[in-house]
């Protein structure tokens, strides 16, 4: 009995020990687009809210674990997760998949380099939404690839 339960206790370790590391500045996921961008991380930041809003989208949220650890008194550098969407949007999303409702809003990410120059990153709509399997989710996804594509264009360019 001791033996079966150490050899169980081997097998899972050998499966932690088999499996690829993923390490923090590993390549993205696929479908992940990461944009370098000549503004420093306020003004990618403030770029990026305007340029959502020439494309008729919402910031509806907006998480920034630098701006909770100044306010700690500990300097990171800065990170912003920019949840956007829009209602139309939202409402057909949950009529194809309301297990996709977890997925919006989407989100862009941007984070500040060593630099000082700021990194616009997103995931593409349609692989944020493929894995539900909706024919009406995926032309929806299909949709907003080429906003969000213009989204970070604007926030991004020179």
Do not use: C, H
């Not at 081997?10 to 923090?24: E, I, K, Q, T």
Request: charged share 20%.
């Amino acid at each position: 009995m001791r033996t079966l339960w150490l050899l169980s206790i081997l097998s899972v370790l050998g499966m932690f020990a088999a499996a690829p590391a993923r390490a923090a500045d590993e390549s993205p996921l696929p479908g992940t687009v990461v944009i370098a961008s000549p503004y420093r991380f306020e003004e990618l930041s403030e770029r990026l809210r305007r340029a959502v809003d020439d494309n008729g989208f919402f910031v509806v949220t907006q998480a920034s674990a630098s701006a909770g650890a100044a306010k700690r008194g500990v300097a990171i550098p800065g990170n912003l997760v920019v949840g956007v969407f829009r209602n139309d949007y939202a409402v057909r999303m949950l009529e194809a998949s309301k297990a996709a409702g977890i997925e919006a809003p989407l989100r862009f990410y941007v984070t500040e380099n060593s630099d000082s120059k700021a990194t616009l990153t997103y995931r593409r709509p349609s692989v944020v939404f493929a894995p539900y399997g909706s024919r009406a989710l995926d032309d929806m996804a299909l949709e907003l690839d080429p906003i969000w594509a213009r989204i970070a264009e604007a926030a991004t360019a020179p």
